[in-house]
């Protein structure tokens, strides 16, 4: 057998991860140029349309070095986007090493710096990688110094490319097999394989990802799920270029995947290890914390959708994507539906585009939440992930927010411009660094809530696209929190109420109204909008009902434009959900993320 | 074989000038040095006649179709001679079944008219003229991009009347950026003291592409003063004797424009010229609107911008929702009749809800909307026909 190398490639978004994953395979072959497209690992259809990673993927490809030598070296993709980081910290533990791709003309930013703590975390060797020198608006010096005074990796170490070009890449494969140890592992000892992805199979049923750390997988074997305590046997396994390539054996230190009839992706628990029945480990491997949604949202069925179509097209999503959750949700305004966990905001947002596209499913979303966490005076703790859940403030002793630990990258042009938006979400400053002349660190606790809220485009738009932001779940931490709620025509819309800060709750009810009556069209009735706070009106807005809708005449060409418009009518009603008589939009589900 | 009276429509694709906020289809000329365009023209007009005449429907020696209503819109079609639309007119009823009970002439007061052409127009047979006015104000006119000016429809108006014109239509709009109540009061005075034996009534339509559009960009109308004036003026009319009959349109009894009511009636219609639509039987299409390859095809097969096959089921929610534009509202025993259902059955769950609601009657065996909700009938049909 070729020595291996195991490595991963991360970067912040954007940086140019996935193309130079699509060289390394042309160049190694894994991939006939003929066959080559933009962002091969990126399987999924949204991934392609949207230049990210989501999930990772990963290819063992046939490397052979300048002076001769044969390697297989197995390349596990990660995604870039901080709601996905979980995975990142998967596909490293399956790796002893990592390139850390920096832009030339971006530098370090957020999830450079928090990759590469991760990294360092699961002590992999760091091979810097300054990517996109073929730009002219490549700074390659200033990205060298970030390197070190930032990430703290000398600039020495650092190989200077372009991906898009192929310009050294080479050097970075040789950069793989010189520095990045060979695994280690012991064949003769009892089995463990690490389980670090696992993934549907519309005709294979559940495909698992292992890593074997110790001794030998064969085909036909019996295994044990060591966390499950469930067994299997092994029906095939092999490795991926990224096509499946079948073998019969996955010895110490090699990637690959194993099919076992699994029925159902729970049971192949990411982080569980894999050993032998008749000769088991002694001790698991110790495995990775569960990803825990962090943004909750109802989905509802909207338009000819069905509560059962729902229900099965989240089912077969759920296969594919174990990481959001979902339970069923009654609202009384807007019916059945499931409330639904997600990693982040763009996982939402895949999550839904996912449902919508693959599914053909016509959906209402509620706006986001986070989990609050209750006491009651009973006593009693509850978590809390939709406002409508929370239980009659009489009966509440505290309520608890989630916060999470924000870091932010910035040129220190911006800094008064962030400053201001973070205080103005209840931020609380950790530390503020100039970690170079020009770039500052921002280390702030921030309220989950208050991110959720169109925070990332806001920080955007302030930095003008400059400040990037990673930030982990920190802790919980009670506040004077309320359930501003919101009234239709006097009828409470559960689903539109949202947890606030007292001392926001004034400004925010009034905002909050106002955003809506701009987003409700007008109807044949006058539609009041009221916000409410434990009952007492605090906002209110009125719409005005509409007086006409036809304009054109009829005459004797005008039949098929006629039916047009009446149909478009029916067509503009589809997402809109009816709350007594008054028609919303599901924009106006979601004025709450237009607030400033 | 029973005959079935159907509406004809003639298009006349010439104006002095293209109005700013016009969708129809024209092209600008001095008819002083084009008569011979609106030469072609007549021979197109004619050949397309002559063809349609020889096609299906209308082959059998006793026709099937006849004629009860002739149109020439346009365009300006008070831009032909007199002669010419005299020559036209008959020798359209030398090639199809042409027995006209109304006769309507579009005309643009603008372009003036001396007694004369009244009488020559009188001697061809026009019973009414559709004067398009749209306002009283000269200001408005301005924004609107009018040549005309208040007192030059007034007059063109009493001309016509003391000339003897059976019938005249005036068209009137609202919505018209620059409009105030006192602006919009002198166009109601002059209905009062002119006294139109028909008026339509529509709201000016942002129509994309057209130079009006920036107007409109830049002096955005307010929808609720809009139909404040339209309702005004809707009352007003109809202290003076004009009976709303449809959404837009309201008349003196009797004299509401019979060809028009074709269309909502969605009886059946032919139309000549280019851009001009047809309805026969179960198919309906529309003509290019261009000049050139209209002619080239009128005697052999002018060129579609839209046909359409039209099966039952569209046909019947067609009628619906052209027939529920009449305050009258729909014959339910003649819709059944000829469409073979009962809207009152078919539609029962929605008509209960719509009843409910005040935006639908159903009393005895007719089906309407209440005059004071037809301005919102869009999304009443909307319902409706789901």
């Known amino acids: 057998m070729n020595p291996i190398r195991n490595f991963s490639i991360i970067a912040h978004v954007d940086h140019g991860k996935s193309t130079l994953a699509d060289r390394i395979l042309e160049m190694t072959g894994a991939v006939a140029s003929r066959d080559m497209r933009a962002q091969t690992l990126d399987t999924m259809e949204l991934e392609r349309e949207r230049g990210i990673t989501i999930k990772a993927q990963t290819a063992r490809l046939a490397y052979k070095s300048k002076d001769g030598r044969e390697f297989a070296l197995n390349l596990i993709d990660t995604p870039g986007h901080v709601d996905f980081s979980y995975e990142v910290s998967r596909s490293l533990a399956a790796c002893e090493g990592a390139l850390l791709v920096i832009d030339a003309s971006q530098g370090v930013e957020a999830q450079t710096l928090a990759n590469a703590y991760l990294a360092l975390h699961h002590d992999l060797v760091l091979i810097p990688v300054i990517n996109k020198i073929d730009l002219v608006s490549a700074d390659v010096e200033a990205a060298l110094d970030q390197l070190e005074h930032i990430v703290g990796l000398s600039r020495n170490e650092a190989l200077l490319a372009s991906a898009k070009t192929g310009e050294n890449v080479t050097d970075i494969l040789e950069a793989v097999i010189a520095r990045i140890p060979p695994p280690k592992g012991e064949p003769g000892a009892p089995l463990k394989a690490l389980l670090f992805d696992s993934w549907y199979d519309n005709y294979r049923g559940v495909v698992v990802l292992v890593r074997v750390v110790d001794g030998v997988l064969k085909t036909g074997e019996a295994i044990t799920f060591m966390g499950l305590q469930a067994d299997y046997e092994v029906e095939e396994l092999g490795y991926l270029t990224p096509k499946p390539v079948k073998m019969e054996t996955l010895s110490a230190g090699e990637v690959g995947y194993v099919i076992a009839g699994i029925k159902t992706l729970s049971h192949a628990r990411i982080g569980d290890t894999i050993t032998h029945r008749n000769r088991p480990a002694e001790i698991a491997l110790p495995g990775f914390e569960e990803a825990k949604p962090m943004v909750f949202c109802g989905l509802f069925p909207a338009g000819d959708t069905r509560i059962e179509d729902l229900r099965d097209s989240l089912e077969k999503l759920r296969l594919n994507d174990a990481s959001f959750f979902y339970e069923p949700e009654s609202s009384v305004a807007l019916g059945q539906g499931y409330r639904c966990g997600f990693l982040g905001l763009l996982h939402r947002e895949i999550v839904q585009e996912r449902l919508e596209r693959e599914f053909g499913l016509t959906l209402l ?7 609050y966490r209750v006491t009651t005076r009973a006593g009693e703790t509850l978590d809390i992930r939709t406002p409508s859940q929370l239980p009659d403030p009489q009966n509440i002793a505290s309520i608890a927010e989630p916060m999470i630990d924000a870091m932010i990258l910035t040129p220190d042009r911006y800094i008064g411009a962030i400053l201001a938006l973070l205080e103005g979400r209840r931020g609380e400053q950790k530390k503020l660094e100039y970690i170079s002349p020009k770039r500052v660190l921002l280390q702030y606790l921030l309220p989950l809530n208050e991110v959720v809220f169109d925070f990332f485009n806001q920080l955007k738009s302030v930095s003008q696209g400059y400040a990037s932001l990673d930030y982990e779940l920190a802790s919980y931490r009670e506040g004077p929190l309320v359930k501003l709620d919101i009234l239709i025509n006097r009828e409470q819309v559960d689903e539109l109420s949202v947890i606030v800060h007292k ?27 009221q916000a409410a706070l434990g009952g007492r009106i605090i906002a209110r807005e009125t719409i005005k009902a509409y007086r006409k809708d036809v304009l054109a005449k009829l005459y004797g060409g005008d039949y098929t434009r006629k039916m047009k418009v009446l149909e478009k009518q029916k067509a503009g009603k589809k997402r809109m959900r009816t709350v007594g008589k008054v028609d919303i939009p599901q924009e106006a589900f979601l004025a709450i993320l237009e607030i400033k | 074989m029973k005959s079935s009276k159907a509406g004809l429509y003639v298009h006349f ?6 109005c700013p906020y016009c969708h129809f289809y024209s092209i600008p000329v001095e008819p002083a040095v084009d008569r011979s365009r609106i030469g072609l023209w007549r021979e197109g007009i004619l050949a397309e006649a002559g063809r349609v005449a020889s096609g299906p429907g209308f082959e059998t020696g006793g026709s099937s179709l006849e004629f009860e209503t002739l149109y020439i819109g346009g365009g300006t079609p008070s ?10 007119r008959d020798d359209l009823a030398d090639r199809l079944p042409l027995w006209p009970v109304e006769f309507t002439l579009e005309a643009n007061p603008s372009d003036g008219a001396n007694d004369d052409v009244f009488r020559g127009w009188i001697r061809a047979g026009v019973t009414r003229l559709s004067v398009g006015a749209q306002s009283f104000d000269d200001g408005v006119l301005r924004i609107l991009g009018r040549s005309s000016t208040a007192a030059r429809t007034e007059a063109f108006l009493r001309r016509a009347r003391d000339a003897g014109v059976a019938s005249l239509g005036v068209d009137l709009m609202a919505g018209i950026p620059g409009e105030t109540p006192c602006s919009w009061d002198r166009t109601i005075e002059a209905v009062r003291t002119l006294r139109p034996d028909h008026v339509s009534l529509y709201f000016l339509e942002n129509v994309e592409g057209l130079p009006f559009e920036r107007t409109l960009r830049a002096n955005p109308v307010d929808d609720d003063a809009a139909v404040d004036a339209f309702e005004r003026a809707a009352g007003a009319f109809s202290s003076l004797g004009l009976r709303r009959y449809e959404i837009s349109n309201f008349a003196r009894p009797g004299r509401e424009c019979l060809h028009n009511l074709k269309y909502w009636r969605y009886e059946p219609f032919l139309g000549l010229g280019p851009s001009a639509a047809s309805h026969l039987g179960a198919k309906r299409w529309t003509n290019i609107a261009d000049f050139g390859k209209w002619r080239e095809g009128a005697a052999g097969s002018v060129p579609a911008a839209e046909t359409v096959n039209l099966d039952p089921d569209t046909a019947a929610r067609e009628a619906l929702a052209a027939g529920l534009r009449l305050v009258e509202g729909i014959d339910l025993e003649s819709f059944a009749g000829r469409f073979g259902f009962d809207p009152a059955d078919r539609f029962r769950p929605e008509i209960a809800g719509l009843e409910d609601e005040g935006l639908i009657v159903l009393s005895g065996r007719v089906l309407r909307i209440p005059e004071n909700k037809l301005l919102i009938s869009n999304s009443i049909l909307s319902r409706l026909l789901r």
């Open chain 1, 365 to 371: 979303t509620t706006a986001p939440s986070v989990n």
């Open chain 1, 503 to 529: 001392d926001k709750a004034y400004a925010f009810g009034r905002a909050l109204v106002e955003r809506m009556r701009k987003s409700i069209p007008r109807q044949q009735y006058e539609v009041a909008l």
């Open chain 2, 13 to 18: 694709p010439f104006c002095r000038r293209k």
């Open chain 2, 79 to 88: 831009l032909a001679a007199p002669d010419d639309i005299a020559r036209l």
